[in-house]
């Protein structure tokens, strides 16, 4: 019997030689995932894709739309980056008139696609009205590089410098406005600035839970990004507003919830009801708008 075993078990053996062949794909699954983690969390559209002839699209009599001003400016690293500074107005006749907003939302969008691709959000933006600056990460849209997590900091760090430096924007004027991805350097932002507020929309705890959720057989430990809103959150003591919906199909519900619930006062939650996670503005219509109103109006100092 002793024999059987030991030959069973020998290098000759099947399970033997099952189990060097299913611990050689982990190895290789582990060794693919640290060198493309950042190519299966990213997901950039550069331009020329999207949708960037926007000054092309018509206001009706009466209709209030974006005026569009292309910004150019650089993170510390020197990496280039663009984005969108849109201030509202009405067409009345034949004249254009600019509608007085004082509050400006730094925007940090969604994972996919590029700033252009939230252009019907922007304009439902200019109701409220506020002044909205949406930027690409590095590697979306006009941007330059690549996508990365330390990335994601020095972008949005480079956003709020630009607003406040050339562009002269008082800090108590800005919300900041992070949904899904964007929630990450949005909450990691609003830890080092006095910004008046932020507005976290349908975003997660960590980049281990978000993985947890979509892939539940990765190892966790052996990802690189981290993301930790979750323990982020606890150092942002200005005025927060959170978003989310129980039919958010991307971001489970209950990880936008905890975000709120580990968040030190003032705070408020407005759940979005039966919106996916691209259509919360489309769903929530015009009280998602009044609830944005509401809160930046309560931001003003």
């Known amino acids: 019997m002793t024999s059987i075993i030991k030959n069973v078990w020998s290098s000759n053996g099947l399970p033997w030689r ?7 794909v982990v190895i290789i699954s582990l060794i693919l995932l640290m060198t493309f983690e950042d190519r299966l969390i990213f997901f950039p559209t550069k331009y020329p894709d999207g949708y960037w002839a926007v000054d092309e699209l018509p206001a009706s009599e009466g209709e209030i739309a974006p005026r569009i001003e292309d910004c150019h400016f650089a993170a510390s690293d020197g990496m280039k980056l663009h984005g969108w500074y849109c201030t509202p107005i009405r067409r009345e006749r034949a004249n ?44 979306y849209g006009k941007s330059e590089g690549k996508p990365n997590e330390p990335g994601l900091y020095l972008d949005a760090q480079a956003a709020w410098d630009y607003l406040i430096g050339p562009r002269r924007v008082a800090a108590g004027r800005i919300v900041i406005f992070g949904k899904s991805l964007g929630g990450v350097p949005a909450i990691d932002l609003a830890t080092r600035v006095d910004a008046a507020g932020l507005i976290v929309q349908s975003s997660f705890t960590s980049a281990a839970d978000m993985a947890a959720t979509l892939v539940p057989f990765l190892p966790r430990a052996f990802l690189r990004a981290r993301m930790d809103s979750l323990e982020k959150i606890q150092q942002v003591h200005c005025p927060k507003l959170f978003i989310h919906s129980q039919a958010d199909e991307v971001v489970p519900y209950k990880l936008g919830h905890r975000l709120f619930e580990a968040a030190p006062e003032p705070k408020r939650f407005y759940e979005v009801k039966g919106s ?25 100092k």
């Open 18 to 24: 099952l189990a060097r062949i299913i611990l050689a």
């Open 276 to 300: 996916p996670h691209n259509s919360t503005y489309i769903v929530g219509g015009e009280e998602y708008l009044a609830a944005l109103r509401r809160f930046i109006n309560e931001c003003k």
């Open 96 to 139: 254009i008139v600019p509608l007085a907003a004082d509050m400006v939302l730094l925007w940090f969008h969604g994972n996919a696609g590029n700033i252009s691709y939230r252009y019907d959000m922007i304009r439902a933006m200019m109701n409220l009205p506020v002044q909205v600056f949406i930027v690409d990460y590095r590697g």
